[in-house]
């Protein structure tokens, strides 16, 4: 891995990181659709200025609407229905336990790209995915 785009990856873990400890105290008080909407403003705000001050607004433009559409569909699913579902998730239960098993995702994004995107199956995805289901089924069955 190129160092640029590990120190970014090793950037968005730390951010990343820190986001549900927010959520988690951000939830006090407020229904998970009340939350969602604090969180989805801010995002939005603070998107829209940068995307202004770095000029990407004629890009976005002339974009192809397939990609366009793709994104909308990626903000209903994830920075939606899934932040709902977490934010729900996270009114009933402790930051940990909710985290580990919502922080799996990237096991249904694998299982996508192979039967959508005809990504190949190879042994270290099997393996990674047998671990991942193992991890959720310890933290569903366990406390």
Do not use: C, H
């Amino acid at each position: 891995m190129n160092p640029t785009a590990f120190l970014l990856a090793l950037t968005a873990f730390v951010l990343w990181g820190m986001a549900p400890l927010f959520d988690k105290l951000g939830m006090q008080g407020l229904s998970p659709l009340a939350g969602l909407t604090v969180r989805a403003m801010a995002a939005a705000a603070m998107v829209a200025v940068y995307a202004t001050i770095a000029g990407v607004w004629k890009e976005i433009a002339a974009a192809p609407r397939a990609t366009v559409g793709y994104l909308v569909l990626s903000a209903a699913f994830g920075a939606v229905l899934g932040q709902l579902a977490y934010y729900a998730a996270l009114k009933q239960e402790g930051l940990a336990k909710v985290l580990l098993i919502s922080a799996a995702y990237p096991l249904m994004a694998v299982a996508l790209a192979i039967v959508f995107l005809k990504e190949d199956v190879t042994v270290p995805k099997v393996a990674g995915a047998v671990l991942v289901v193992t991890g959720m089924v310890v933290i569903k069955g366990w406390g």
